[in-house]
């Protein structure tokens, strides 16, 4: 059983441009969570989703940023017009819907994101 | 301040123990959580513990949890040098399953 895969694994873009990271959960999981980690701090929740469904969005900022988790296919978060501030590594998190609500969270490798 | 504090790092010999203090300041978690990040890697489930549990031990590992204090610790007795990663501590509020985070202990293991 494959485990939670992120890509880009490293992904650098200029400001204004779009970013685009991609998470598969592990097989069976359907429950999705975005973290970022900025340098010297720690994981800060973005977002939880279920297929097709956005639970809790209370870490997403207001603009710029936006996550999917459609029926068929990977979760997406797109960040538009990135800043250097938003340089980090995002990452992503899966559980089935049973461990879901114990919090035990399966976690990728994370993708980081540097903005020139 | 931060929900979860952690001190962020710790420095000891191969073959000594480890202790990871982390303070908390929800009164109402439910799960509090120890993760495991090797450099490069996302974070592994080390153990967890229950609210209304007061100690945890899986082999090497210890968990103790003072609910009154909101201190929660990891000892990890005979510390190797593969023992050497980023801990984080969480908890989980009633109410929502979704971890908050502190900013990670480095853990560096001196042979």
């Known amino acids: 059983n494959a485990g939670v895969m992120q890509n880009p694994r490293h992904l650098v873009r200029r400001r204004g441009q779009e970013a685009r990271l991609r998470c598969s959960p592990m097989?069976?999981?359907?429950?999705v969570y975005w973290y970022r980690q900025l340098p010297e701090e720690g994981l800060k929740f973005m977002v939880y989703?279920?297929?097709?469904?956005?639970?809790?969005e209370s870490g997403m900022p207001k603009e710029r940023f936006s996550a999917e988790f459609p029926k068929e296919g990977p979760s997406i978060l797109r960040i538009q017009q990135v800043v250097r501030g938003d340089s980090a590594a995002y990452f992503c998190?899966?559980?089935?819907?049973?461990?879901?609500?114990?919090?035990?969270?399966?976690f990728g490798e994370g993708s980081r994101l540097t903005v020139l | 301040g931060e929900d979860v504090e952690q001190s962020l790092f710790l420095s000891v010999r191969e073959g000594d123990s480890s202790v990871i203090n982390c303070t908390y300041t929800?009164?109402?978690?439910?799960?509090l959580y120890w993760y495991k990040q090797e450099p490069g890697a996302g974070l592994q489930l080390l153990t967890y513990?229950?609210?209304?549990?007061d100690m945890k031990q899986d082999q090497r590992l210890t968990v103790l949890l003072n609910k009154k204090d909101k201190h929660l610790s990891l000892r990890i007795a005979d510390t190797q040098t593969g023992d050497s990663a980023i801990y984080f501590c969480?908890?989980?509020?009633?109410?929502?399953?979704?971890?908050?985070f502190g900013r990670g202990t480095s853990l560096i293991v001196h042979p």
């Open positions: 097989k069976g999981h359907s429950h």
């Open positions: 998190a899966s559980s089935p819907p049973r461990q879901a609500y114990t919090g035990e969270l399966f």
């Open positions: 969480a908890e989980s509020p009633g109410g929502s399953y979704i971890p908050t």
């Open positions: 513990i229950f609210s209304n549990m």
């Open positions: 929800d009164s109402s978690s439910t799960y």
């Open positions: 989703l279920q297929k097709e469904n956005i639970i809790d």
